[in-house]
T-cell receptor, first 111, second 112 residues
């Protein structure tokens, strides 16, 4: 079945860029999402990209999509301590009945 | 502002008891979902609904049930709570099939 994989941990220094990577298996994906989960809270939609796009930029966030390799990345520029959280990659398609989530990447930002 | 709320936020119950977790959204979304989140398993889908009187099983539905009598609410019932159901439960809603989901703050359930 469909699967989404992410590395579990990433540690960066404050002010550096963070890059969180994700791979997925469903070649019919329509939407690819990044969600952020802060401690004790639910997931919050950060950004998303349509599968017919290569890149999307939203302030400090840049999403890159390599559809051929089924690889999605989230780059956070000038990472701040407030960016420390778990980041979930997810994919869905309009013909499917559910969204597939990765296990989440825990981002540590060192001051 | 539209929102999605869950209650209670924390619950401790005993094995064998029936427990109901509430979920309420004011976005008028047709699609609603229940997930559980456990270390090492990420998010796992329990049940979902595409509209009033529609309910469907997810990948970990055993021991859980839902009902959808109106657009705003999707309560999750644990028929006979088991220790394996100790988890954090998230409700979510979505404006359309495959679209982004909006999550509630979660309910931490402990079954002793």
């Amino acid at each position: 079945g469909e699967d989404v994989e992410q590395s579990l941990f990433l540690s960066v220094r404050e002010g550096d860029s963070s890059v969180i990577n994700c791979t997925y298996t469903d070649s019919s994906s329509t939407y690819l999402y990044w969600y952020k989960q802060e401690p004790g809270a639910g997931l919050q939609l950060l950004t998303y990209i349509f599968s017919n796009m290569d890149m999307k930029q939203d302030q400090r966030l840049t999403v890159l999509l390599n559809k051929k390799d089924k690889h999605l990345s989230l780059r956070i520029a000038d990472t701040q301590t407030g960016d420390s959280a778990i980041y979930f990659c997810a994919e869905s398609n309009t013909g499917g009945f559910k969204t597939i989530f990765g296990a989440g990447t825990r981002l540590f930002v060192k001051a | 502002d539209a929102e999605i709320t869950q209650s209670p936020r924390h619950k401790i119950t005993e094995t064998g008891r029936q427990v109901t977790l509430a979920c309420h959204q004011t976005w008028n979304h047709n699609n609603m979902f229940w997930y559980r989140q456990d270390l090492g398993h990420g998010l796992r889908l329990i049940h979902y609904s595409y509209g009033v009187h529609d309910t469907n099983k997810g990948e970990v539905s055993d021991g859980y049930s839902v009902s959808r009598s109106n657009t705003e609410d999707l309560p999750l019932t644990l028929e006979s709570a088991a220790s394996s159901q100790t988890s954090v439960y998230f409700c979510a809603s979505s404006p359309g099939t495959g679209r982004e989901q909006y999550f509630g703050p979660g309910t931490r359930l402990t079954v002793t």
